[in-house]
């Protein structure tokens, strides 16, 4: 794992909202600190409503997690492009984020409960 990088239990139930609807809640959900940047919630797929979410063509690369793949959120306001992300097969070290999709704040609302 990367020093830089620290994945932890998150406490608490999470709650992850858009459109107006409540897409998943979880008692199991991780935190991820890389660096100085905020913490990044990661659900597991088990927990989120994952026919709200569209798979999308977009991809990017982290040199430490590897390759994510992105989704669009279907909400009944319309489509939320690019909303949330999922690291299929991540980097030795990062295994714990398999599974696991994590949201945009700026996109839609993760919140602790």
Request: charged share 25%; with cysteine; net charge negative.
């Amino acid at each position: 794992m990367a020093d830089h990088i620290k994945i932890r239990p998150a406490g608490g139930t999470w709650v992850v909202r858009a459109g107006g609807a409540v897409l998943g809640e979880s008692a199991d959900a991780l935190e991820l600190v890389e660096g100085d940047m905020a913490p990044v919630i990661y659900f597991p797929r088990g927990d989120i409503a994952m026919a709200f979410l569209d798979a999308s063509d977009t991809r990017s690369t982290c040199p430490y997690k590897g390759e994510a793949r992105y989704y669009h959120i279907e909400a009944k306001s319309g489509r939320i492009a690019d909303a949330a992300w999922s690291y299929e097969a991540p980097k030795p070290g990062m295994e714990q984020i398999a599974g696991h999709v994590a949201f945009y704040p700026a996109k839609v609302a993760v919140e602790q409960l």
